[in-house]
């Protein structure tokens, strides 16, 4: 429940982030199983699966997310649709920059790190080409958005 006081609010908030959750593991089930063939595209983006480890229980934590390749390097946004605060995902990051990734079937482990304001300044406007929804997320949000980058390690 939250904080206000409205049990219904906090109801719904719970209830939200349940059906929120199952979506998401329906989602990497589905990806997993078939190699990214199933869920591996979202309005015409690659999707791909990162997992994290989350840095308060210490257990495995997977999530699809958009990205863009850039040379060697897997751009992702930590936009969490413009929310005022940033994904749990790129919280986990920051904690350990260590996690696996999953292109369709090639698992790679990688490291991540926030873009520096060049890389940032070279990326945001690539990032908007393809999927024009973070330029909305931007304009929503006081925060700037990062631009998380994944390097692989294996």
Known sequence: MTQTGNAVAGQRSNFGNRVESFFTNVQVSLYRLSGGSIAGTFKGVPVLLLTTTGRKTGKKRTKP????????????????????????????????????????RTLLQVEAREATLEEREHLWPKLVALYPDYQNYQKRTTRTIPIVLLQRTN
């Open 65 to 104: 997310l958009l990205y863009l390749m850039d040379n060697d390097q897997v751009a992702l946004v930590a936009s969490h649709a413009g929310a005022p605060t940033h994904p749990i995902w790129w919280r986990n990051l920051q904690h350990d920059p260590h996690a696996e990734v999953q292109i369709r």
